[in-house]
């Protein structure tokens, strides 16, 4: 494990220069990137009209984790903060487990806004252009557009915070004024009421497809992006006061122009595209495609401009924010040394960026199409969430010394209730995707054995005992969702509605025994030191600026 001072020093040379403006514009840049160029469609076709439900749903879902997370935040605001809290509450193998779910869930939404733009690309009148992307996936020179793009994300990464910060704020007032705009233009060209209730009626494959859409369709792959301010904790100014109105703030109003474009979607499809049904919608570039159907090619032309610059603003925040994260795994102790540097001219972890580059380039060869990487990004990001819900409960059992700038009453209750809907998400996204990003969980596991198993049982020993519920959890869910209901993929050992049931009855009982597993761990003891001697310096600068000058 990287030693304390190191940590400090590293830690020093971040620039703590980012407000309430920037962190609400990296979180609003976040989830405002390609999932709402493609996220409209992929709802409608699985849910219907029903697809507007899918959205607030999928916001509920987002702002009962985020508020844990919000507490966790302001209580260490230290860079990569969501790969950090499992660490603190629960040791090394949940702390590794809950890391590596959320890096892989963040670090492979970087080629997926580079896909999304080149799919968009796609629909330009060029014989160059119609040769990116196959109507499945991309094409040779489709990926190689792609790298380039993933090539300019990081470079606006290398050189400074204050740069980030300046370009990202800049791109995302046009992220937001350009998908109000869309709404608003689709809204006046066209809107068949009939939409809402046929063909098959409000909810045409069930209450069923409205759950998998928000778990696959892009929702949960949108409002993930309310990650990104408690990433870049370590860069905040007032992180006890920006954070929380951040994460929020940014989730709010993501869910307004989020369900106006829904509407508008809904309403301006050409009668004739739905003629055998909503699961028959083929559009290559959704919006743009309804655009020109309707005469608007300024339209169009504004959207295939955005389509670069929405997911390049999002590719952007997010090559900032995974370069954070892997400077927390490294300070957990589960990457080499090299890893945790940050550049002291510009404050930033530049070893880090460069291998989150490597990974991006490998997922981009993987995974060509924006659908098959918001699938996997979807369920690995909800495995990454039942960790706040578990550590904010666990620490206020465990460090209840330590300062909570934001501190809720009504967490005992919400924290729970994150939890069964976590689960409930993840049981949403149907076998066997759940079984595919389970197996992926697994897949890091070499990595932790490799740093971990090395230590004497003595010491391992209550590590393992503390992480036992999360590895079981996983199990568990797996599978739930193998012998569930045919609704969710399922062989049909459980009927439909009682599954539903089961499933939140297990996130409660993981919940309860994940909260009672915590312990007093290495990890929480470094972390208690580390901002004891940040306040005991605070209070000393104070005190040292109301000191009378004697000139």
């Known amino acids: 494990m990287s030693e304390p001072e190191s940590s400090t020093a590293s830690h020093q040379n971040y620039r703590r220069s980012l407000g309430t403006i920037s962190l609400t514009a990296v979180g609003l840049g976040s989830i405002i990137g390609s999932g709402w160029l493609f996220g409209a469609e992929r709802a409608a076709k699985l849910a219907g009209p029903a697809s507007i439900l899918a959205w607030v749903i999928g916001a509920a879902v987002a702002l009962t984790i985020a508020l844990t997370y919000s507490e966790l935040g ?177 989730i709010l109003i993501a869910l307004v122009i989020y369900v106006a474009l829904q509407i508008a979607f809904i309403g301006a499809i050409p009668s004739g595209d739905l003629s055998k049904g909503w699961s028959s919608l083929t559009y290559t570039s959704p919006l743009a495609d309804l655009a020109i159907a309707w005469g608007m090619n300024w339209l169009a032309i504004l959207l295939y401009a955005d389509a670069f610059i929405s997911p390049s603003g999002t590719g952007m925040i997010y090559a900032a924010t995974t370069s954070r994260m892997i400077h927390g795994v490294q300070e957990n102790g589960h990457l080499p040394k090299v890893f945790g540097k940050v550049d002291a001219k510009t404050g930033i972890p530049r070893p880090a960026l460069l291998l989150n580059l490597v990974v991006a380039f490998l997922f981009l060869a993987v995974f060509r199409g924006w659908g098959s990487l918001a699938e996997i990004v979807s369920v690995a990001t909800v495995i990454s969430y039942i960790t706040g819900p578990v550590a904010v409960m666990a620490l206020r059992r465990l460090a209840p010394d330590l300062k909570r700038p934001v501190r809720l009453r009504a967490m005992p209750v919400i924290a729970p209730i994150a939890m069964v809907f976590g689960s409930l998400v993840l049981y949403w996204a149907r076998w066997p995707l759940t079984g595919k990003v389970i197996l992926l969980m697994a897949v890091g596991l070499p990595i932790w054995a490799w740093y971990e198993l090395r230590k004497p049982f003595v010491e391992l020993k209550p590590h393992l005992k503390a992480g036992a519920w999360m590895v079981a959890y996983l199990f568990v869910m797996a599978g739930i969702s193998w012998a569930g209901s045919t609704d969710f993929g399922g062989q049909g050992y459980l009927p439909e509605g009682w599954d539903l049931l089961i499933v939140a009855a297990i996130g409660l009982a993981f919940y309860y025994w994940g909260v009672a597993s915590a312990w007093n761990n290495p990890s929480l003891d470094e972390v208690r030191g580390e901002l004891a001697a940040e306040e005991a310096a605070a209070s000393a600068d104070a005190a040292g600026a109301a000191e009378p000058s004697l000139v």
């Open 74 to 250: 302001s209580m260490f605001p230290k860079a990569g903060g969501m790969v950090r809290y499992g660490q603190y509450s629960h040791g090394s193998l949940a702390g590794y487990l809950a890391a590596w779910a959320n890096w892989i869930a963040i670090v492979s939404v970087i080629p997926g806004e580079a896909t999304a733009s080149v799919q968009y690309m796609s629909s330009w009148h060029f014989g160059w252009a119609k040769g990116l992307y196959d109507g499945k996936e991309l094409t040779v020179s489709g990926v190689a557009l792609a790298s380039v793009l993933l090539v300019v994300y990081f470079v606006l990464n290398w050189f400074a915070i204050t740069l980030f910060a300046k370009t990202n704020t800049a791109i995302t007032v046009f992220k937001v004024v350009v998908p109000t705009v869309t709404a608003g233009a689709l809204l006046f060209a066209h809107f068949d009421t009939a939409h809402f209730t046929n063909p098959g009626g409000f909810a045409p494959n069930g209450w069923s497809a409205v759950f998998t859409a928000v778990a696959v369709s892009g929702i949960v792959w949108a409002f993930n992006g309310f990650q990104s301010p408690l990433n870049l904790a370590g860069e905040a100014r007032n992180p006890g006061k920006s954070l929380p109105k951040a994460v929020i703030g940014s």
